[in-house]
């Protein structure tokens, strides 16, 4: 299932400053990967963050797939955990302590997904991302790409409406970058998810986005 996400007038105003952001809006049709674009401190991240649950917006609206999920005017702030959304970090946020399976397994069970059900959905998962065969496989024994691939496969795992990506190539080295964005792009349009993305780097943009604002 996808999902259409609308940001009208977001305003994020911290305790002191000038606001984090003012007045944002833009839309991501279902389906789609829009790309934010800009430089560090422009306000990219705490726009995803709002849009995730994890900040609260200070004016505006968020609706996603047509409901509501922040508005301060009328008092609607939706928890994070229902807005089925998942979500890829600058660094990997693995556990190191477990395998890969285990990383990609854990976020549906607090789900009510039978045993057997999940096992078909992480394997699903792992295949997309191209890891089937490295589930047992301690995550710390891993490369960077194949580790942000496990966070990659835990975000997608449950088949949330709307993806949230910030920066999730940023911590790879340049080569490493240059050929996971493109696994990337085929990734997501195999999944069919809504997605928005950010970055500063222009190029990561235009590859991964179907539509960009900055």
Same mark, same amino acid.
């Given at each position: ?14 305790? @002191? ?93 607090? %789900? ?5 059900? =999940? ?30 691939? @496990? =966070? ?28 996971? %964005? ?20 222009? =190029?990561?943009? @235009? ?8």
């Amino acid at each position: 299932m996808t999902a259409t996400l609308e940001v009208t007038e977001l305003r994020k105003q911290f305790a @002191v400053g000038r606001p984090a952001i003012d007045g944002v809006s833009f839309s991501v049709p279902a389906g789609e990967i829009v790309v934010l674009l800009g430089p560090s401190g422009c306000g990219k991240t705490t726009t995803l963050r709002c849009v995730a649950g994890l900040e609260h917006p200070t004016g505006g609206e968020i609706s996603i797939s047509g409901r509501v999920v922040s508005s301060p005017a009328r008092g609607v702030q939706v928890a994070p955990r229902s807005r089925d959304l998942g979500m890829v970090f600058q660094s990997y946020a693995v556990w190191p302590h477990m395998t890969v399976r285990q990383n990609v397994i854990y976020p549906l069970k607090h %789900r009510k997904i039978s045993r057997t059900e =999940a096992n078909r959905m992480v394997e699903e998962a792992l295949t997309l991302v191209g890891l089937s065969e490295y589930g047992d496989r301690p995550v710390v024994a891993l490369s960077g790409g194949q580790m942000q691939r @496990v =966070a990659l496969a835990r975000s997608m795992v449950y088949r949330p409406q709307l993806l949230l990506l910030d920066e999730p190539l940023s911590n790879l080295d340049a080569k490493l970058r240059l050929r996971l %964005r493109d696994d990337l792009r085929v990734i997501l349009k195999q999944t069919g998810m809504t997605a928005l993305y950010v970055t500063h780097d222009q =190029a990561e943009a @235009v590859v991964l986005g179907d539509r960009s604002r900055q």
